[in-house]
């Protein structure tokens, strides 16, 4: 099975960086996402990441280590539009490309 | 127009009846998936399914069933609908690549009285 564990929630400033941490315990790995989650709407593809290293995306950055069963996403230069849930999952390593998702952390951006 | 499109987006019905939400995508994907959100529990697959012939229990699929009709085409039924089934629900679609994310339909929000 799989565990992912990110915090419930976190506050930050406009203007501001902030980083989300998941951390997940699985019995194998084929690639983590991140979405954000606006209220009450679809969840919405922001990374992917498989190897470990740094992937940038314009403000959005996301962060892996496969060693230590982490994973960080970066958002910076923050916006009010930004306050959004933001869901890590782990992707299934038997093929069935299913998702396991954490519980998500919801973040308030503050003028 | 969306590619992932749910009916209905609201529904309120009564313990005991039994209800189907329906799922159309227009982005050619194989892969179809149902989900549940329940508020501090994050997203729970209930069935997937990677093409007509194929369907595939989630980790809580107990009191759910699915049909897929077509490639396009996957619904939800709930056969008797009890309270604690009242959550929103999304429907998903992904194609076959290692990098393919899932893309998500805008959820049918169920209230069971």
């Known amino acids: 099975g799989q565990n992912i564990d990110q915090p419930t929630e976190m506050t930050a400033t406009e203007g501001a960086i902030v980083q989300i941490n998941c951390t997940y315990q699985t019995s194998g790995f084929n690639g983590l996402f991140w979405y954000q989650q606006h209220a009450g709407e679809a969840p919405t593809f922001l990374s992917y990441?498989?190897?470990?290293g740094l992937e940038e995306k314009g403000r959005f950055s996301s962060f892996l280590s496969r060693s230590k069963g982490y994973s960080y996403l970066l958002l910076k230069e923050l916006q009010m539009k930004d306050s959004a849930s933001y869901l890590c999952a782990v992707r299934d390593p038997a093929g069935s490309y299913q998702l396991t998702f954490g519980k998500g952390t919801k973040l308030s951006v503050i003028p | 127009d969306a590619d992932v499109t749910q009916t209905p987006r609201n529904r309120i019905t009564k313990t005991g009846k039994r209800i189907m939400l329906e799922c159309s995508q227009t982005k050619g994907h194989d892969r179809m998936y149902w989900y549940r959100q329940d508020p501090g529990l994050g997203l729970q697959l209930i069935y997937y399914?990677?093409?007509?012939?194929?369907?595939n229990k989630g980790e809580i699929s107990d009191g759910y069933s699915v049909s897929r009709q077509a490639q396009a085409k996957f619904s939800l039924s709930l056969e008797s609908a009890i309270p604690n089934q009242t959550a929103l629900y999304f429907c998903?679609?992904?194609?076959?690549?290692?990098?393919?994310?899932?893309?998500f339909g805008p959820g049918t929000r169920l209230l069971v009285l």
């Open positions: 990441n498989v190897l470990d």
């Open positions: 399914s990677f093409d007509v012939k194929d369907i």
């Open positions: 998903a679609t992904s194609g076959g690549g290692l990098q393919e994310t899932q893309y």
